[in-house]
């Protein structure tokens, strides 16, 4: 389907369309007509880029190709919307709509599969096939948007799959979903949430879009997150510290930890206590998660007074702290619960 240079129209940043444009002898406000169809109106056709010579239609249309997405399953719960989306090579990945009462928050997919191997997640346990493109993570917004006729004012890419495992898709995904002659997505509004790959940690806070960073913690010492999570062993707790240290210092910008709460496993108050003392003097924000079971990883969530205690300690210890509102527990469209089926012909 695809010729070897040709790219998805999906995939181009503003900056490289203009360039591409003054390549090609045209004037670079040609990328200000294009960005114009494809995220303003929503065209799907060059034919259609009805204000653009046909010459220069013919030129695009063989250098670019409309990729697409189609949803091929939609579940509902409350405030809460669930898709499986089928990719242009059969394979399948999922995002989850949530409707809060400050605009419409999209959890995307970063990854077919995941490498990382968090014991507690559903998402991990299909190894990861490929990357997400930067032009299909467009898309998941753009069908989403066409399938409920209203704008998407929130990203979280808290899908499946690490996002820093796909650093550079994530990162022009980032850029061009924020132009502002584009989908013009504010930076403050993308959240980019990351198990801890450090290297990308400290490439991240040179990265020019100041987008929100979540670290998914989970425990408060070495030896039980490196049971947890597999990439403890490779970036230990001392190295993440430091990198999000350097990237609050770089950055000056809140970080934010996500703590799952795992019955008798992460959740006793001396966690806590050794959670308080790892966060100390951090510029940064505590998330607790109340674990969303699954069938087939055996861990139990933390009962309400445990969360509730927990809590209580770190408040009393000063960090700023929320529980999370929990959504789509009916349709298995909470965190960790997403999962890349097998391949769709
Ligand atoms: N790989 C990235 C993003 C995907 S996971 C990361 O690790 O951050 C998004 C969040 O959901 C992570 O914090 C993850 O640890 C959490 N999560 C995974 N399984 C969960 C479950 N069953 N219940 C609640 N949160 C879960």
């Known amino acids: 389907m695809l010729g070897v240079s040709m790219d998805s129209i999906y995939n181009i940043t503003y900056q490289d369309l203009e360039k591409y444009f003054i390549n090609i002898n045209e004037k670079k406000y040609r990328a200000k007509q294009v960005f114009d169809w494809l995220y303003i109106k929503r065209i799907k ?35 809460v919307f669930k898709y499986l989306l089928k990719l242009h090579d059969g394979k399948t990945i999922e995002a ?18 995941c490498n990382m191997n968090c014991s507690f997640c559903e998402s991990g346990r299909i190894k990861k096939q490929r990357d997400v493109t930067s032009s299909e993570m467009i898309l998941e917004i753009l069908k989403i948007e066409e399938d409920i006729n209203k704008r998407i004012s929130h990203v979280v890419v808290m899908g499946i799959g690490e996002p820093f495992d796909n650093y550079l898709n994530i990162t022009k995904f980032i850029e061009i979903v924020n132009h502002p002659l584009g989908i013009a997505l504010g930076s403050r509004h993308i959240t980019i949430s990351t198990c801890g790959i450090v290297p990308k940690i400290y490439e ?74 790892l966060l100390k003097g951090k510029n940064c924000y505590v998330n607790l998660i109340p674990y969303n079971e699954t069938e087939n990883l055996g861990y139990k969530r933390s009962s309400k007074k445990q969360i509730l205690e927990f809590y209580d300690v770190l408040k009393k210890n000063n960090l700023n702290v929320t529980i999370r509102r929990e959504f789509g527990k009916n349709i298995s469209a909470a965190c960790g619960q997403l999962k890349s089926s097998k391949e769709i012909v």
Not at 99 to 109: P, T, V
Not at 247 to 252: A, M
Not at 261 to 276: F, G, Q, T, V
């Open 204 to 277: 991240f806070s040179e990265f020019f879009y100041q987008v929100n960073l979540a670290i998914s913690l989970h425990a408060p010492n070495d030896e039980l997150r490196s049971k947890l999570m597999p990439i403890n062993k490779v970036y230990p707790l001392k190295e993440l510290m430091k990198s999000i240290d350097y990237y609050i210092k770089k950055t000056k910008r809140r970080v934010t930890f996500e703590y799952i709460m795992l019955d008798k496993i992460n959740d006793s108050l001396d966690n806590a206590k050794e959670l308080c003392l």
């Open 96 to 113: 989850v709509l949530m409707e809060h009462d400050y605009g419409n928050s999209l959890c995307i997919s970063s990854e077919v599969g």
């Open 45 to 79: 056709d060059f034919d259609k880029m009805s204000n653009i010579k046909k010459d220069i239609i013919e030129k695009l249309k063989k250098d670019f190709y409309f990729d697409s997405i189609d949803i091929i399953k939609k579940e509902s719960d409350i405030d």
